[in-house]
């Protein structure tokens, strides 16, 4: 791995161009990663109830709860204020 990075390194001080490409392209990566894992153990559907283990709650979308805020953005919603509109199984 590291000759793979010395060639990377050899590459990058000839050709100083290519810098903000190596910069752009690992930041691009290391977000999508980031969200990719914000998605796996921050949503409701995976984190809160454990969609993952299905021997032990086969049914998880019946826990979620109204009051709590998945969604990564919303505009003038205030989730503190809503009730429960489905009923317990």
Request: with cysteine; proline share 8%; net charge positive.
């Amino acid at each position: 791995m590291s000759s793979v990075l010395g060639v990377v390194a050899k590459q990058l001080k000839s050709h100083p161009a290519l810098i903000p490409l190596f910069i752009f392209i690992g930041g691009g990566a290391t977000m999508s990663a980031m969200y990719l894992a914000r998605l796996a153990l921050k949503n409701p559907e995976t984190a809160r109830i454990c969609v993952w283990d299905h021997k032990n709650n086969p049914e998880p979308w019946s826990n979620l709860d109204p009051k709590h805020q998945y969604k990564m953005f919303t505009v003038n919603m205030d989730y503190s204020t809503l009730k429960k509109d489905r009923p317990d199984f």
